[in-house]
């Protein structure tokens, strides 16, 4: 399995995300640019410029007509995938960590920072599908985090825009109506802070992975813990393959600031293969040379990404053998 190295950033990676075919990848990170690619040969199809800080985050609609991305300047931006022009710019009192769009790519949700005195916020905005209309700068309502509550650091929509469900600093999620502004539920999710969360193809259930070296599979009704994946290494990201094979990938590794102080095979970095039924680690890859911060499966479940702090997004189609392995029983 050789993976395609795509360096198109001089920074460390914060987020990649294929678009419903599976035949784009975009990728954001600190160097301020999002890139799109070819995810089959990996050749790069254009950037996105305009942030002016750290890009921590992206999310693209179904058609692949709109792209949003949160930043660190900020900001939010909207931008027309074809093009590379950007069609509206969101401004917000903080930091934008978080982006996805609604299941009907009606509206998108973003989570901006706790800084400076302001409290942090999950934010719904409208989004006109037409490219050549007008966006709205009115948001169409605000969760903010109330005082004494740990922030919120990432959150994703639930079947059918049904709920909000968020991930924390303390490692609990929430789950809430947004329509009407309650909390429903809550649950301790982890031990560490929530570092990624993934929805299943039906958003019925999602994953979770933290920097307290477990990943978990929870309901997004009942946020009832379905499956747990423990490792030795914090985690950055966790996520689905969605068909060939049961499998959940993790990926993490050795803080990046500790990292000189260890040998590349003693930082873990590698993506590690469970078992989503079992809860068996089946295999790992490795390749990067600092902690996976993002990983991503194709849609067809045939390759996924990673994306590390080395500034590296490789993209690993799997061999053969992969779709006819069956776990020993």
Avoid at 5 to 20: D, E, V
Avoid at 45 to 66: C, E, I, K, P, R
Avoid at 213 to 222: E, G, Q, Y
Wanted: glycine share 8%; aromatic share 10%.
């Amino acid at each position: 399995m050789r993976p395609i190295l795509l360096q198109g950033h001089t920074r460390s990676l914060t987020q990649i995300k294929y678009n419903r075919e599976g035949d784009l990848l975009f990728t954001v990170s600190k160097d301020k640019v999002c890139n799109a690619w070819y995810s089959h040969n990996g050749e790069r199809l254009g950037t996105y410029n305009g942030h002016v800080g750290s890009v921590w985050t992206v999310d693209v609609n179904a058609a692949s007509t709109m792209l949003v991305t949160g930043s660190a300047d900020n900001t939010a931006k909207l931008w027309e995938v074809q093009t590379g022009k950007c069609l509206k710019t969101w401004e917000f009192k903080t930091a934008v960590k978080r982006v996805a769009f609604s299941e009907d790519d009606s509206m998108v949700l973003c989570v901006t920072e706790e800084r400076m005195g302001y409290a942090g916020t999950i934010t719904v905005l409208p989004v006109n599908p037409d490219l050549t209309a007008e966006q709205s700068s009115e948001p169409i309502m605000q969760l903010v985090n109330q005082k004494g509550n740990s922030k919120a650091v990432v959150a994703d929509w639930s079947y059918l825009d049904k709920y909000i469900v968020s991930g924390h600093e303390d490692g609990s999620l929430s789950q809430w109506d947004w329509k009407n502004n309650k909390k429903l539920k809550s649950a301790k999710a982890h031990d560490g802070v929530i570092s990624d969360m993934q929805c299943s193809l039906d958003r019925s259930y999602f994953i979770t992975s933290s920097k307290d070296k477990v990943a978990k599979i929870f309901d997004i009704d009942t946020l009832e813990e379905k499956k747990v994946y423990p490792t030795d290494t914090p985690l950055n990201s966790a996520t689905f393959t969605p068909k060939y094979q049961e499998f959940v990938i993790v990926g993490g590794g050795q803080e990046a600031m500790d990292v000189t102080t260890t040998s590349a095979r003693a930082g873990k970095f590698e993506s590690r293969f469970y078992h989503k039924i079992l809860e068996e680690e089946v295999g790992r890859v490795r390749g990067h040379f600092g902690p996976i911060n993002t990983l991503a499966v194709h849609p067809d479940g045939k390759s996924y990404s990673s994306g590390g702090e080395d500034g590296y997004v490789r993209v690993h189609h799997f061999d053969p053998d992969y779709f006819t392995f069956k776990m020993d029983a």
